[in-house]
């Protein structure tokens, strides 16, 4: 067998499962080979029926003494099948639903072994009983219980490809298992004392005990983490050391002008990521820096600078935003600054006519344009830059690591690359997700920014929340309210923008302007709606997550969030920080039940606190690293086993591997193939050179 054979060859598969594997993505048999389990039962100890204790889960075995049926539900339809068992120290009630096929087999006399959660049985606190059963299995005549007992993996699995089957064709799998091509080096396994690769699968879908499953599961953890890290140190080392880049000159008149015209003085976080920037622009590597900052926090300023200091040495620059609002954003307020500095901006975006974006083609081909700020359109064929010498990608998590290279490569030159995101993350997570980029921090906020000050209400207190925003917008001020959904559904409860739009433009609002705003609009309605709320011609506005990126409304000062527990932490911060942009102070009330625990403790994380790093490891560590990576960073590799929470150790240590990795040209040209073969489109384009 070979560990690249299509699955459907496999003994006991065949082509019906083979498609069914095909939807979990498991193609081969090496994918089915790291299809790892997401828990494991410990089934290692078998528990007397006297030593059960309620509330707690638990492995036995007993004899059936009796057997009943009885049907229940609110129709009478549920099947409801109670057996007893005993094993001489004790009883156990045991029951199963819609299960009517088992009374047959469960006839005194037969022996059962079992796993499930031990509660009291119902009417009496004497007897203890097992409903949830995780494993169950009547026993033949002659075996043993203990023989039963292990440590069980438990896979994601689905109704057609159950457990039973995963473990079954785990165990066929890993009988036939050829010898697997190590991909960390000797002396590096060596060193960080890491199993064969063979034993280290063998171990984590069939461990023999916790210990060796620890040791297992931390082998290739660490072997996931070094190639990702080996690849992104590749993709950075390439980018500065396989291209020549541009060694822009020390700041002199555009950029000095620009920073005296600021109405305000560069915060020092602003300070230090400036001449982080300087330093590498004025260097003759290209650029690829990252500065993380907190929604508010004043990149745009810093984007704007470094954007001067390329113009004053003769090169163009290109930003590029993820939406059309920001993008017009952006582009108003570089126009307006700049314009008067003899420096010409441009904007590009797909709104545009045919004949409106050729212009745009032609000027910025011919250096008649010295900055474009635009979307996607920006990536488009026809764009060619005649002297390009900075890429800005603004919300890097909304663009893929190949969307931002095909930026990058509208030049003749190699440009300096400049990412900027507002959703901060850890420092140590940015080796995962940003490892092919130098980081900067900006974690302050400008003075004279006032705290939102954050509420948690129920839905019975909406009237008087509605009150309370009316008089505000009498003063003069303007509001958002943001919720879940587009429209109403007959599958949802939950209020919808236009429900509530129409609810509020009639009621309480009726006498002021209210505006709604949604992804399904045209770009030019909903453009038409932003402009008139920017100009203040609308008051209040009503919205889906589609103003969470970069809308920009200074006496926008209220936001209330519907259903505020369907959106995750890093969701609400980043529509948060449309307001408190202005020098009045802002508030935001989230509206919820929150009948769940989870749902209760990120709500109540957003109330005490307004520091989106604070809230980007809640995040992390209330989702999970699977979701909070995949909002990110599009273009990453999954994770499939490593879990950079808990196993941040285990990242700086392949961190530390993957550096002297790059060091020694006999393992490079031993680890790009492996990359490449692995990790496929991720990391094609690396050389060991």
């Given at each position: 067998m070979n560990i690249t054979d299509d699955i459907k060859y496999l003994k006991g598969i065949g082509p019906k499962k083979a498609a069914l594997l095909q939807k979990l993505g498991i193609r081969t048999c090496y994918d089915l080979l790291t299809w790892f389990p997401r828990a494991y039962e410990d089934q290692s100890t078998l528990t007397s029926l006297a030593e059960l204790q309620p509330g707690t889960t638990a492995t036995t075995s007993g004899t059936v003494m009796n057997v009943q049926e009885r049907q229940g539900g609110r129709n009478g339809r549920l099947s409801i099948l109670t057996a007893m068992l005993g094993d001489g120290t004790g009883y156990l009630q045991v029951t199963w639903f819609n299960?009517?096929?088992?009374?047959?087999?469960?006839?005194?006399?037969?022996?059962?072994?079992?796993?499930?959660?031990?509660?009291?049985?119902?009417?009496?606190?004497?007897?203890?009983?097992?409903?949830?059963?995780?494993?169950?299995?009547?026993?033949?005549?002659?075996d043993s219980p203990e023989a039963q007992t292990g440590i069980l993996p438990v896979y994601s699995a689905t109704e057609q490809l159950n457990q039973n089957f995963f473990r079954k064709e785990m165990q066929i799998l890993l009988g036939n298992l050829p010898e697997l091509p190590e991909v960390v080096p000797q002396a590096i396994a060596q060193r960080y004392q890491l199993l064969p690769r063979r034993e280290a699968f063998r171990e984590l879908?069939?461990?023999?005990?916790?210990?060796?499953?620890?040791?297992?599961?931390?082998?290739?953890?660490?072997?996931?983490?070094?190639?990702?890290?080996?690849?992104?140190?590749?993709?950075?080392?390439?980018?500065?050391?396989?291209?020549?880049?541009i060694r822009h000159l020390e700041n002199s008149t555009l950029v000095k002008q620009v920073m005296a015209q600021l109405p305000f003085a560069l915060t020092d976080d602003?300070?230090?990521?400036?001449?982080?920037?300087?330093?590498?622009?004025?260097?003759?590597?290209?650029m690829r820096r990252l500065v993380q900052g907190d929604v508010g926090s004043g990149k745009t300023v810093i984007a704007l600078l470094a954007l001067v200091k390329t113009v004053e040495n003769g090169y163009q620059g290109a930003l590029m935003a993820p939406t059309e609002i920001l993008a017009a954003q952006h582009y108003e307020k570089f126009h307006?600054?700049?314009?008067?500095?003899?420096?010409?901006?441009?904007?590009?975006?797909?709104?545009?006519?045919?004949?409106?974006r050729e212009a745009i083609y032609t000027q910025l081909a011919n250096h008649e344009l010295d900055?474009?700020?635009?979307?996607?359109?920006?990536?488009?064929?026809?764009?060619?830059?005649?002297?390009?010498g900075l890429v800005i990608t603004d919300e890097q998590h909304r663009f893929g690591i190949a969307q931002r290279a095909a930026l990058e490569k509208k030049g003749a030159l190699t440009p300096d690359v400049l990412v900027m995101t507002a959703t901060p993350i850890p420092r140590t997570m940015t080796l995962t997700v940003y490892g092919d980029l130098d980081v900067s921090q900006i974690r302050h906020l400008p003075p004279g920014?006032?705290?939102?000050?954050?509420?948690?209400?129920?839905?019975?207190?909406?009237?008087?929340?509605?009150?309370?925003?009316?008089?505000?917008?009498?003063?003069?001020?303007?509001?958002?309210?943001?919720?879940?959904?587009?429209e109403g559904s007959e599958d949802s409860d939950l209020p919808s923008a236009e429900e509530v739009y129409d609810e509020l433009r009639y009621g309480i609002f009726y006498d002021m302007r209210v505006g709604l705003v949604h992804g399904r609009m045209k770009a030019a309605d909903k453009e038409a709606v932003m402009q008139d709320f920017y100009k203040g011609d609308i008051k209040l506005l009503v919205s889906t997550t589609v103003i969470e990126v970069g809308v920009n409304v200074p006496n926008a000062s209220l936001m209330v969030i519907e259903h505020a527990d369907r959106f995750g932490l890093a969701?609400?911060?980043?529509?948060?920080?449309?307001?408190?942009?202005?020098?009045?102070?802002?508030?935001?009330?989230?509206?919820?039940?929150?009948?769940?625990?989870?749902?209760?403790?990120?709500?109540?994380?957003?109330?005490?606190?307004?520091?989106?790093?604070?809230?980007?490891e809640e995040d992390l560590r209330l989702r999970g690293p699977g979701q909070f990576f995949g909002a990110m960073q599009?273009?990453?590799?999954?994770?499939?086993?490593?879990?950079?929470?808990?196993?941040?150790?285990?990242?700086?240590?392949?961190?530390?591997?993957?550096?002297?990795?790059?060091?020694?040209?006999?393992?490079?040209s031993f680890i790009v193939p492996i990359l490449q073969q692995q990790y496929h489109e991720h990391f094609e384009h690396i050389t060991d050179a």
């Open positions: 299960q009517k096929f088992l009374k047959k087999k469960l006839v005194p006399g037969a022996r059962i072994f079992l796993t499930g959660k031990v509660e009291y049985a119902y009417g009496g606190r004497g007897q203890y009983a097992m409903s949830q059963l995780s494993s169950f299995q009547i026993l033949k005549a002659g879908h069939n461990p023999p005990t916790l210990t060796a499953l620890k040791t297992a599961r931390r082998t290739l953890a660490f072997e996931e983490l070094y190639l990702i890290q080996c690849g992104l140190l590749l993709l950075k080392k390439q980018a500065r050391e396989g291209q020549h880049g602003q300070q230090q990521v400036w001449q982080d920037i300087v330093h590498d622009m004025q260097s003759p590597e290209p307006t600054s700049l314009t008067p500095l003899g420096i010409r901006v441009g904007f590009l975006s797909g709104r545009l006519t045919k004949k409106q900055i474009v700020i635009g979307t996607h359109a920006l990536i488009q064929e026809g764009v060619q830059f005649a002297k390009l920014r006032q705290p939102i000050r954050t509420f948690l209400r129920l839905p019975d207190r909406r009237p008087l929340i509605y009150k309370y925003v009316h008089e505000q917008l009498a003063k003069g001020r303007q509001a958002y309210v943001v919720c879940p959904l587009i969701q609400l911060h980043q529509l948060r920080g449309r307001i408190g942009r202005g020098p009045w102070q802002s508030f935001c009330i989230l509206v919820s039940e929150g009948k769940s625990e989870n749902a209760r403790e990120r709500l109540g994380i957003m109330v005490n606190t307004n520091d989106g790093f604070k809230l980007a599009h273009g990453l590799p999954d994770l499939k086993i490593a879990d950079v929470l808990s196993d941040m150790d285990i990242l700086l240590q392949a961190r530390e591997a993957a550096l002297a990795t790059l060091a020694k040209k006999s393992d490079l």
